[in-house]
């Protein structure tokens, strides 16, 4: 039945040429934007996770920024110490120099002061940005990841970068240690334990709170150190002798070193050797009140070579330490970083793949949308002709 109040040819053809004029707009706007879903009204959902993971590839890239000011902050630290080391190194030269008879010791510990000076200023120096993580005994946390869980919570991680006391500071010398047979009243000693031998290492009275201890064990097998820090509480007691004796011959007995005998009477220390292979015995002490290096203040070679030979072994112990945390924490930085940067490109990646037009397929849909609007236009204007057909029957 035809109609002249109602062409519902027309009608369709209208609602024809409208929906591909709707595709026709929404695959422009995919070309234009290069995007599929470039507003909530395009796709909710997808438009909520893509701005979600958005705001963590910001995130990350901030993040990335952090590891490396991080990384170039531990790298100076670094640095420095390694530079500390090598300098340590030239000064134990001296002082093995030193342990002839005839030679001029006065000259070498002019060598000796000159050294400590510019570790001294190498210390000072390493510095990044006002952070000096060998001086100044600051912590650093370098904040290295941004963790979303799976309901939305988000929180983050940091790398914690210790210091690495390797200041000279204000030391004063202490007579601690009496080790029979090496050195009387002394703050180093150094011997050696052959086959039976037999040493008693004796603490003075000279000891107070914060003060530190280290004996050094080598062996051919080991090379161990231990250290042991007074307390107020072996301080307050009255036997502050007896306490710190008995705590260091409890870690030396820790050690596990074969062929080795540790006895204890008072403040007496016994070491024995019952294993036949020589053992290098060390120790030294560091006052509260100096730095992490110290002991290079006590260090003279004119009065005292064995001391001072005893003590270089233990400094430069805490700066290749030093150098080695320094080097361990900064390949982790690094590693991190370059995790950061993979991650974030997995992540754009992400994102593109929810949220980028195919613009091959676009292209395409557009020259068919093109082809469909003429036809559907044509269409619209043959159905608007059915009632002039409808008058010519009347005439």
């Not at 995007?35 to 590839?57: G, L, P, Q």
């Not at 029979?180 to 009275?205: M, N, R």
């Not at 002798?241 to 260091?248: F, I, S």
Request: charged residues 20%.
């Amino acid at each position: 039945m035809s109609s002249i109040l109602t062409n519902t040819s027309a009608m369709v053809a209208l609602q024809t040429l409208r929906g591909i004029n709707s595709n026709l707009a929404q695959t422009q706007s995919q070309i234009s934007t290069g995007k599929s879903v470039a507003n909530a009204r395009d796709n909710a959902a997808v438009w909520a996770i893509s701005r979600t993971m958005e705001s963590d590839v910001a995130g990350f890239k901030a993040i990335s920024d952090s590891l490396s000011l991080g990384s170039a902050t531990v790298g100076v630290a670094r640095q420095a110490a390694e530079t500390v080391t090598d300098l340590l190194t030239q000064m134990k030269s001296r002082i093995v120099a030193a342990q002839e008879q005839n030679v001029d010791r006065d000259k070498i510990q002019e060598d000796v002061v000159a050294l400590r000076d510019q570790i001294d200023a190498v210390v000072g120096a390493a510095q990044f940005n006002g952070l000096n993580l060998i001086n100044d005994g600051a912590t650093l946390n370098i904040l290295a990841s941004l963790d979303r869980d799976a309901g939305g919570t988000v929180s983050t991680n940091s790398i914690e970068v210790a210091a690495q006391d390797l200041a000279i500071g204000a030391y004063a010398a202490s007579d601690v240690f009496d080790a029979e047979g090496v050195t009387d009243d002394g703050d180093a000693f150094a011997l050696t334990l052959s086959d039976t031998d037999e040493e008693e290492i004796e603490i003075q009275d000279n000891l107070a709170a914060g003060d530190s201890l280290t004996i050094r064990i080598t062996t051919q097998d080991t090379n161990q150190a231990i250290t042991y820090t007074v307390t107020e509480a072996d301080v307050n007691d009255g036997e502050v002798e007896e306490n710190v004796a008995a705590a260091l011959r409890g870690l030396i007995v820790g050690m596990g070193i074969d062929g080795l005998r540790v006895e204890l009477e008072g403040e007496t220390i016994t070491l024995e050797n019952d294993g036949g292979a020589p053992m290098v015995v060390t120790g030294t002490f560091q006052n509260a009140g100096s730095g992490g290096l110290g002991g290079l203040s006590a260090i003279n070679v004119a009065t005292d070579p064995a001391g001072a030979l005893a003590r270089i072994e233990g400094l430069i112990e805490t700066a290749i330490e030093a150098a080695s945390s320094f080097g361990s924490a900064q390949m982790r930085i690094d590693t991190q970083s370059e995790f950061i940067k993979n991650l974030t490109d997995s992540l754009t990646t992400g994102i593109g793949a929810l949220v980028d037009a195919d613009m091959e397929a676009a292209s395409a849909r557009l020259q068919a949308l093109q082809v469909q609007q003429q036809l559907a236009t044509q269409s619209l204007s043959i159905a608007n002709q059915q009632p002039q057909n409808i008058l010519a029957l009347f005439r």
